[in-house]
């Protein structure tokens, strides 16, 4: 590939959109335009802390779940260990759901006003939909 083109997407969304875009311009393609937003107020989400050990990173959360990963996993990704899952029981789906839904839906005219930069868009609009 010609020195222009980045490399293999990175996990980090800033660096990622880089590279794709210089895919695409490689490639001669166009590629959609993402919403980079969610429409309603954040869910607290989970606490976690890393440490490493000899050559692994270890992650441990808040709900008592613990991964394994290589150190720098972002850029050499390699799949985790889940060695505790986040969801155990009753009780641990429970604290899950609690951190993991999303507050209140923004108003229709809030989710209007952002989306009015995407309305002279020449390129078609993405909307990814994750979830648990």
């Not at 222009?4 to 875009?21: M, T, Y």
């Not at 850029?75 to 999303?102: G, N, Q």
């Not at 209007?112 to 648990?132: A, I, Q, W, Y």
Request: aromatic share 10%; charged share 35%.
């Amino acid at each position: 590939m010609p020195e222009w083109v980045d490399g293999c997407v990175s996990l980090d969304d800033e660096k990622s959109r880089s590279e794709i875009e210089t895919w695409h311009r490689y490639w001669g393609t166009t590629g959609p335009i993402s919403v980079d937003f969610f429409p309603g107020e954040p869910a607290p989400g989970i606490a976690s802390e890393k440490r490493v050990e000899r050559d692994r990173e270890i992650i441990e959360h808040e709900t008592g779940a613990l991964d394994r990963q290589v150190i720098d996993n972002a850029v050499t990704y390699s799949m985790p260990e889940y060695a505790i899952y986040h969801v155990r029981d009753r009780k641990s789906w429970e604290f899950y759901r609690d951190r993991t839904t999303p507050g209140e839906p923004w108003s229709a005219e809030r989710l209007d006003e952002v989306c009015r930069r995407f309305d002279g868009r020449r390129r078609p609009l993405s909307v990814g939909v994750g979830g648990t």
